[in-house]
């Protein structure tokens, strides 16, 4: 799993390549965390090359949601393919997660 | 006459002489073979290091009628000669002192890997005062001898001030490069003592953490298993028939499942997954099982109760979440009403053989939002009719090959399995499921519930 981090003006792109599990979640949490530290508060989750989710992948997002809540910060994933949507449409996390079709619309989304 | 008395008697110097020298000669080599002797009892007195280099030093300042006496050893990795210990009347001062390679006296032996004497060492180009600065012990002369292995420099041999106002000569050089030889192997063995005792601790240290982990992991278990159904697996009565397993990952990942009669009528269960591993998932399940039977009031709807557990589970700012299914069976009518907290949809076995996902309006997993709504639905069991619960631990159990179980092909198999007892449909999935992970060990809690509405006799 690799993390790519992308600055776009207020906003940071985290394009999610890979499978994220139990594994992999150490990391995601790490460079979300060290980017909040950095007062980042509107973040993207590009899935486009996100080839698997598990249960320990989603309370990264989870948690990374959370954390925003508390810190007034916006969250959107983006991009997903359908079997990674079928897991967070499984656990009933799209009716409380922003998930888009593209980037674009990530964006603006976390910037309305 | 007087020649031949002469000629005797110069003879007799002569032999006088050469016996004196031969004596002299022979003395040295005995006083040398002492001196090997003494320092090889020294060597093998001690296996630790700290101890053998003080002896080392102590042997070769006696032997060698010097004030002091230092080893100085070669640190390969940073090109460095360090200090361990010296002795002489300053000997607790130079405790660590690093010279580069190359650097004074002892840096050029050990570079070089020859021997050195030097009578006057204020007036040498290599010498360094850098040590003899730090001690406050003025050095007048020294002899220094490298320390080889196996024709590699590990360290050098020291002598300083020789006692007497004296010089040192190249007998001393031999005789100091004597004591030195056997000191490399010596010096050897103990740094291999010294890591074989750093190897000891690290493992005595591993075990203990390993055995501390595993009581923790005993201690998650058993509160798993304290919240099972105390009549597990099996509840039977006329009208219904309950079958239900726990199967615990090494890890103990917090899944759990329980069920019990409301009242004369109605069958209350549920099933759940916590989404993190060993005791912190443990408690969280125990809470959210204390929390649910605690709410379960009588007229109750499964989306009140779990609406009411999240808000309580909320209150903390946990930093896990459980989904969870759950669901109050009248066992009379067939009528089931359920809630889904971000849970795998179960399937709803018919009786003519299908398995169809039974699905709904999605709530979210318990301890994810406080505001979360959970909504109640309805489905109508028929005689024969069985609702099958599980955890992801079986739709993401994988193989080898990375490859997982899947929801399909437990829908498959529920299907062909449809026409046993609760017991071998559950226990069928189970052994389908092991086979399918050919040894591959098992990561995630698994937990599986078949609940069905018996056929009616007659």
Redo the contacts between chains.
């Keep these: 799993m690799t993390v790519d981090i992308i600055q776009e003006h207020d906003s940071v792109v985290l394009v999610l390549e890979g499978r994220l599990d139990g594994n992999s979640s150490p990391d995601v949490e790490l460079a979300f965390a060290r980017l909040l530290e950095q007062r980042q508060s509107r973040f993207v989750f590009d899935c486009a090359a996100l080839q698997y989710i598990s249960s320990a992948g989603l309370r990264v997002v989870l948690t990374a949601a959370k954390k925003l809540k508390s810190a007034q910060g916006k969250l959107a994933l983006c991009q997903m393919s359908e079997p990674v949507k079928e897991v967070f449409e499984m656990a009933g996390l799209h009716t409380i997660l922003t998930i888009l079709p593209t980037r674009g619309e990530a964006l603006t989304a976390i910037r309305a | 006459m007087e020649w031949i008395l002469l000629f005797v008697s110069l003879s007799l110097l002569a032999a006088f002489l050469l016996l004196w020298r031969r004596y002299v000669a022979m003395s040295g080599q005995l006083r040398k073979k002492e001196t090997l002797f003494h320092v090889s009892m020294q060597l093998n007195s001690t296996i630790r290091k700290k101890e053998l280099l003080r002896r080392i030093m102590d042997t070769a300042a006696l032997v060698m009628r010097s004030e002091a006496s230092s080893i100085i050893l070669v640190d390969r990795d940073k090109d460095e000669l360090y200090f361990e210990i010296a002795i002489g009347e300053k000997g607790d001062q130079v405790k660590e002192i690093r010279l580069r390679m190359g650097e004074g006296i002892a840096g050029w032996v050990a570079q070089n890997g020859e021997a050195v004497i030097v009578n006057d060492a204020a007036n040498d180009a290599r010498w360094s005062s850098k040590v003899s600065n730090k001690v406050g012990l003025p050095t007048r002369n020294l002899l220094c001898v490298p320390i080889l292995n196996r024709g590699t420099v590990i360290g050098v041999l020291q002598v300083l001030n020789k006692r007497g106002g004296q010089h040192y000569d190249n007998d001393d050089r031999e005789l100091l490069e004597t004591i030195a030889a056997p000191t490399a192997v010596a010096l050897e063995n103990a740094q291999l003592y010294e890591a074989l005792e750093h190897s000891i601790q690290v493992l005595k240290e591993t075990t203990a953490a390993k055995e501390r982990m595993e009581s923790e992991l005993k201690i998650a278990g058993d509160i798993q298993m304290s919240f099972l159904p105390k009549h597990s697996p099996v509840y039977e009565n006329g009208r219904v028939g309950v079958y239900a397993r726990l199967k615990p990952a090494k890890e103990v990942g917090g899944d759990f499942f329980n069920y019990y009669a409301l009242d004369e009528r109605h069958l209350f269960f549920t099933l759940g997954?916590v989404?993190?591993k060993g005791i912190p998932a443990a408690l969280f399940m125990a809470v959210t099982m204390t929390f649910i039977k605690g709410k379960l009031s009588p007229g109750g709807t499964p989306a009140q109760l779990l609406s009411q557990v999240n808000t309580e589970l909320c209150k903390d700012d946990p930093?896990?979440?459980a989904?969870i299914f759950c669901g109050i069976l009248n066992e009379e009518t067939g009528e089931l009403a359920y809630c889904?907290?971000?849970?795998?949809?179960p399937f709803l076995m018919r009786g003519d053989g299908r398995a169809i996902p039974l699905l709904g309006r999605?709530?979210?997993?318990l301890g994810?939002?406080d505001t979360?709504e959970y909504h109640d639905q309805s489905v109508t069991l028929e005689p024969g009719d069985r609702l099958l619960v599980y955890t992801?631990g079986i739709t993401?159990a994988e193989n080898a090959g990375q490859e997982q179980f899947t929801a399909g092909r437990l829908q498959e198999l529920a299907a062909r399995l449809s026409g046993l007892s609760n017991r071998d449909l559950v226990e069928g999935i189970l052994a389908e499921i092991e086979s399918f992970a050919e040894g591959y060990p098992q990561?995630?809690d698994i937990a599986i519930l078949a609940i069905q509405r018996k056929n009616q006799k007659g």
């Design positions: 997954d989404s993190d930093s896990m979440f989904t889904d907290g971000g849970h795998n949809p999605k709530g979210v997993p994810v939002l979360a992801d993401e990561t995630d």
